[in-house]
């Protein structure tokens, strides 16, 4: 499989959101400022109103209260901010943590679910009738398992941690709710606001000036708001286009290590199954009971000087180096039956090695002595039919051998294939998904 070529993902330029929000700041004081101003003059109209004093004075306490409570508010924003970035950090802590034993760690929400696992595990062991791949990869998720299992359990404090410092955060918004709402200051403020328009279109001579300010303040108020709207937007857009480029990068880095997987199995695949066809071809080309045919001819030979042995024991399999696939109509090896030819026993002097003493012990002969002819002859006799018998028991045991190895190549085969088209399934998911975002 060709490694697809990296597309080089672009970081977010932080330094350009901060000048768009320079500009935004510096628009958004000098607004502040031409309302601080507006409303100065406000004030000094109101003030030549002997009549409005008491009113603006009660106006003036509100809008202190208002700013108190802005403070007051403002004070809890930051700690429900820094509460915010302690939770970001110790998540971020337990992902880690919990990362750095298996990726499979975050995918358990408790011990419970580890166990429960573990227990599936442990029953299919204790079942039995797997395959030796399938018991050391479940021996091998076991391990894996009990690592999670010690990990999750290391990070309950961190957890309980998070627990806590979200449990601050509910009260602090219910303090902003409860304890720290401005509506009834603000509603307050529009009542007296109110009163002193009333007054000021009655009494004050200056309405028609004091109205304009009011309108002018309102603008200023109202462009004031459109830049706080500009800046909550340039910043809610860098965060999103860095969550997509951190997203595209997680995506891209899991994709490489997909494909990795990939060209490592491909190697280990080609390694196993370079060695099944080489025991293929070993067992074609190593006849069953080899040894005790060559002691058998040894001991024929020492009873009967005569009798000429083979040199070599060939195998009786044709063209042994070529590897036979599993197909439907798969054909069997060739066996290569050579009948040995029928000696004559004429025997003299014999000299039997422990060899020979020993394969006639095996089979249950007596060791004749050198001058019994007629017993040398009869044991003579009965080794050549046990020869032969090992004979048509080594050929039937060397088929043998070789189907084994040939059905251990074949289940090999397909383990290696649905283990590829795994990997390429999941590198497929993984390049949709980058697609999208």
């Given at each position: 499989?060709?490694t ?5 993902i ?6 350009v ?6 500009v ?9 400022t ?10 000094s ?35 429900l ?11 971020k ?15 358990f ?16 062991l ?30 309950q ?19 902003l709710n ?44 109202a ?28 995506l891209?880095?899991?994709q ?28 074609q ?12 001819e ?16 060939e ?9 036979v ?36 012990g095996q ?7 050198s001058n019994?002819?007629?017993?040398i002859?009869e ?22 051998n070789?189907?084994?190895?040939q059905d ?5 085969e ?24």
């Amino acid at each position: 499989m060709s490694t697809k070529q990296s597309t080089f993902i672009k970081r977010p330029d932080e330094s350009v959101r901060d000048k768009k929000l320079q500009v935004l700041n510096t628009q958004l004081k000098k607004l502040s400022t031409e309302i601080t101003s507006v409303s100065n003059e406000i004030d000094s109209l109101l003030g030549k109103n002997d009549s409005n004093n008491s009113k603006n004075d009660e106006l003036k306490t509100i809008i202190k209260e208002q700013n108190d409570l802005k403070i007051k508010r403002n004070a809890v924003f930051d700690q429900l901010k820094q509460i915010d970035s302690k939770i970001k950090a110790t998540n971020k802590n337990i992902d880690l943590t919990l990362s750095s034993v298996s990726s499979k760690a975050k995918d358990f929400k408790s011990i419970g679910e580890v166990d429960k696992e573990i227990t599936h595990i442990e029953n299919k062991l204790e079942k039995g009738g797997l395959s030796l791949v399938d018991e050391k990869r479940f021996i091998k998720q076991q391990s894996e398992l009990n690592k999670i299992k010690k990990v999750i359990i290391s990070v309950q404090p961190l957890k309980s941690e998070v627990f806590d410092l979200k449990q601050q955060q509910i009260s602090l918004k219910n303090t902003l709710n409860k304890d720290l709402d401005n509506k009834h200051l603000q509603k307050q403020f529009e009542g007296v606001q109110a009163e002193l328009n009333e007054q000021r279109s009655l009494k004050n001579k200056n309405q028609q000036a004091v109205n304009q300010l009011f309108n002018k303040r309102t603008a200023l108020r109202a462009k004031r708001d459109e830049v706080y709207n500009k800046i909550t937007e340039t910043r809610n857009q860098f965060d999103n286009e860095f969550k997509a480029y951190k997203m595209k990068r997680e995506l891209q880095k899991k994709q490489k290590e997909n494909e990795y997987k990939f060209e490592k199995l491909y190697a280990q695949k080609e390694s196993d199954l370079t060695k099944l066809k080489e025991d293929i071809i070993i067992a074609q080309n190593t006849p069953a009971l080899i040894d005790d045919l060559n002691n058998i001819e040894l001991c024929l030979s020492e009873l009967n000087p005569a009798y000429a042995k083979p040199s070599k024991v060939e195998p009786a399999f044709a063209e042994p180096k070529k590897i036979v696939s599993r197909r439907k109509n798969r054909a069997s090896p060739v066996v290569k039956v050579e009948k040995t030819e029928e000696v004559v026993f004429s025997a003299g002097e014999i000299s039997l090695s422990v060899i020979s003493i020993a394969v006639l012990g095996q089979h249950g002969l007596p060791v004749p002595e050198s001058n019994d002819k007629e017993l040398i002859s009869e044991v003579f006799g009965k080794l050549a039919t046990i020869r032969d018998e090992t004979k048509t028991k080594s050929e039937a045991m060397t088929i043998e051998n070789i189907q084994k190895a040939q059905d251990r190549l074949n289940q090999v085969e397909e383990l290696y294939v649905k283990r590829e088209q795994e990997l390429k399934d999941s590198i497929a998911a993984l390049t949709i998904n980058e697609e999208k975002a």
